[in-house]
């Protein structure tokens, strides 16, 4: 029984580290949809799909605290979906993803 409960407890904090993401959308006609991922403790994703029937050039800009942000882009073929991710050098308390899509 102490066994069992000890690895409960080591196993604990593997399993502990979402945190809340902000996400702010300018799409400017473009026809994407995006959805948002704590990934680890110092990375985060976003998934986007472009389910309209132009292209759109997207950028996404990630921002944790007083670390620099970090920049993505992609150009998304109409039906084209794609996960951006960013890394951190620090643990995120609160992430928030600025995304810019215009059509093609």
């Given at each position: 029984m102490k066994k069992l409960c000890c690895a409960v407890i080591a196993l604990l904090p593997l399993s502990v580290f979402a945190y809340p993401i902000e996400l702010e959308k300018q799409l400017n006609g473009a026809e994407v949809s995006?959805?948002?991922?704590?990934v680890d403790f110092n990375m985060g994703a976003i998934q986007l799909y472009n389910y309209g029937k132009a292209a759109a050039?997207?950028?996404?800009?990630?921002?944790?605290?007083?670390?620099a942000p970090r920049t993505r882009k992609i150009q998304l073929a109409a039906g084209q979906d794609a996960l951006l991710t960013a890394k951190f050098t620090n643990q995120v308390i609160k992430l928030r993803i600025k995304l810019t899509c215009n059509p093609q």
């Open positions: 995006a959805s948002t991922q704590d050039q997207c950028q996404a800009v990630f921002r944790n605290g007083p670390e």
